[in-house]
Nanobody, 123 residues
Framework: QVQLVESGGGLVQAGGSLRLSCAASGRTFTTYTIGWFRQPPGKEREFVVA????????YYGDSAKGRFTISRDNAKNTVYLQMNSLKPEDTAVYYC????????????????WGQGTQVTVSS
């Protein structure tokens, strides 16, 4: 079992930045691929970015390229999502998720999920 807790969401103006954190506990965190997903109001959950272990391969979804950066601190069992140049369309609940295999973008391939953190970007 892996428990995930997101934090760092909030209200920010367009063009601003936020850093989300995903803190993990439980089984060996360092062997899991960690992904970030988001669910805008009234829409389906969508892939943002994921980082694998042990290769640290990173795969960015189209919405994240050039603006978001994922990083992980294995000593702290934490993965971060740095979001810059935020837009109103980035408004969503952001979730982190873990899986034991390689990076994939399909949400149903992830085994563990956090509770989500709300990000609201005002225009």
């Amino acid at each position: 079992q892996v428990q995930l807790v997101e934090s760092g969401g909030g209200l920010v103006q367009a063009g601003g930045s936020l850093r989300l954190s995903c803190a993990a506990s439980g089984r060996t965190f360092t062997t899991y691929t960690i992904g970030w997903f988001r669910q805008p109001p009234g829409k389906e959950r969508e892939f943002v970015v994921a980082v694998s272990r042990p290769s640290n391969f990173v795969y960015y979804g189209d919405s994240a390229k050039g603006r978001f950066t994922i990083s992980r601190d294995n000593a702290k069992n934490t993965v971060y999502l740095q979001m810059n140049s935020l837009k109103p369309e980035d408004t969503a609940v952001y979730y982190c998720a873990a899986r034991g295999g390689s990076v994939v973008r399909e949400a149903d391939q992830y085994d563990y999920w956090g509770q989500g953190t709300q990000v609201t970007v005002s225009s």
